[in-house]
């Protein structure tokens, strides 16, 4: 099946939408890590800044669950107040500032799906029939991460790209996406863990 | 704490849970099976940075306007304070267990009452050990309902903590669960009379300034009701319940069945 990855189909000037992320992964002092215990801090400087830092990325994931570019908006207002909101509570043993934002970004835009799911069925075809692998037909500008993604799952198998983009980037359960690759329940959770080893070991994350 | 974990099964669902794929209804299961399974949490903390780095790669930039709109609502959000490390669910377990056998040991005349706080404290202890999880590694996925635990197991978890049980004049037994520390106290009631549809328990803190309302009280499971996590206590606030429309009322419309001086 198709499933597209690179395309951002949203509102606005192509142009726009997409900007370099600087790598925010370090402690140091322009760490996300040290820009979030200033937020937890109160510091709104601080929080201005962490809000330059992710909300692209958190928009762009919302963008690409919910699909709906309002709803994605307020998914994204929505986790940045509450990473405002829960700052003190950053635990940086258990992984970086970046993971736990996007964890929460993730969490939330899934939810949102979910339940207007529940409300009213979403129809599992007409979503597999609407995407289509690498058809980069906007002109979108990458920037170097995604490049560097991109990169690294054009490294994992067929099966093991298609079932972490339809969780991660369609918003799908492990059960959804079983059936809509037609594939046994037990190779799917197999191929998304193993998908993202792979994607975790490519890309140097410790 | 590896109990019903299948093992191999339940390992491979690392991948789906850090990707928020696995549905509600494995999902405690899987939380579970990694209470007990340090390559487990080994293995999603790493992936998580992975799956970190798939939203990175869809950065689309929010329309200007979004951003002082944030920024304008951050002010009016009262932020969370830290967690005091060392603070476990494990820990706030422990205390309430002590604390509730201080309340129980004396119990004499009314075993009943002492089961019935235990089986309170039972909840409240569950609730706190599994929310030690979520303080720590998992503190990343905050629905409404986690919220809710995470306000729970601060106030069961403080050092502070102080259990009082009274009798609901109606029929059942509430329970408070308060840390002044933490300006907050859970209530639970078991076995209050069932009421019609048509009316609903509301909580109030009365001062002398007046009620404030502080919640309905959703009816649980097994005769439980609640909890209902109550914050900015003030000094001189009692709690009290009253049995509202079912909608709730802005102020009591009826006479408490229950009143909990607070300042004691």
């Not at chain 2, 390992?11 to 487990?40: I, K, N």
């Not at chain 2, 019935?116 to 599994?130: G, N, Q, R, Y």
């Not at chain 2, 009816?219 to 319940?241: R, Y």
């Amino acid at each position: 099946m198709q499933v597209r990855i690179w395309s951002v189909d949203v509102h606005g000037d192509p142009a726009d939408r997409v900007r370099q992320l600087p790598p925010a992964r370090s402690g140091g002092p322009d760490g996300l890590e040290t820009v979030l215990a200033a937020v937890a801090r109160g510091d709104h400087a601080a929080f201005r800044a962490l809000y330059d830092r992710v909300s692209p990325a958190v928009l762009g994931t919302a963008l690409r669950v919910v699909r709906d570019p309002a709803q994605s908006e307020e998914v994204m207002q929505e986790v940045l107040l509450e990473v405002w909101r829960t700052a003190a509570r950053f635990d940086p043993a258990a992984g970086s500032a970046s993971a736990w934002i996007m964890t929460v970004a993730h969490r939330r835009a899934v939810d949102r799906v979910r339940s207007e799911q529940r409300a009213s069925e979403r129809e599992l075809r007409a979503a597999k029939a609407s995407i289509a692998y690498d058809e980069v037909t906007d002109a979108v500008e990458t920037s170097l991460e995604q490049q560097r993604v991109r990169r690294c799952l054009a490294g994992l198998t067929e099966l093991q790209r298609e079932s972490v983009a339809l969780a991660y980037y369609g918003g799908y359960s492990y059960r959804e996406v079983a059936q809509l690759l037609g594939v046994a329940v037990g190779t799917v959770k197999t191929r998304m863990r193993d998908g993202l080893i792979r994607l975790r070991d490519c890309l140097g994350v410790e | 704490m590896m109990r019903r974990s299948g093992g191999i099964g339940q390992h491979t669902l690392v991948g789906a849970y850090v990707m928020d794929a696995v549905p509600d209804s494995d999902r405690a299961g899987f939380e579970r099976h990694m209470l007990g399974c340090e390559q487990c949490r080994e293995d999603a903390r790493g992936l998580r940075e992975a799956a970190a780095r798939l939203a990175q790669a869809a950065a689309v930039t929010p329309r200007p306007e979004l951003r002082d709109e944030t920024l304008r609502a951050a002010a009016g959000i009262r932020q969370l304070p830290p967690v005091v490390p060392g603070e476990t669910g494990d820990d706030a377990a422990r205390r309430l267990r002590l604390a509730v056998r201080r309340l129980v040991r004396p119990a004499g005349p009314r075993p009943w009452l002492a089961r019935m706080a235990m089986a309170t404290v039972v909840v409240l202890a569950v609730t706190a050990t599994v929310l030690g999880l979520h303080l720590t590694s998992m503190q990343s996925r905050l629905t409404a309902a986690q919220r809710r635990d995470n306000a729970i197991a601060a106030v069961v978890g403080a050092r502070d903590a102080t259990t009082m049980t009274a009798r609901v004049s109606t029929g059942g037994m509430a329970t408070v669960v308060m840390s002044r520390r933490e300006r907050s106290l859970v209530f639970v009631a078991r076995g209050l009379a069932r009421l019609p549809a048509s009316q609903a328990y509301e909580l109030w803190l009365m001062s002398p300034a007046g009620p404030r309302p502080a919640g309905m009280l959703a009816p649980g499971q097994h005769g439980m009701s609640g909890p209902v996590v109550v914050g900015h206590l003030a000094a001189g606030d009692q709690l009290g319940l009253t049995v509202e429309p079912a909608a709730g009322a802005a102020r009591p419309t009826s006479a408490p069945i229950v009143l909990v001086a607070l300042d004691r």
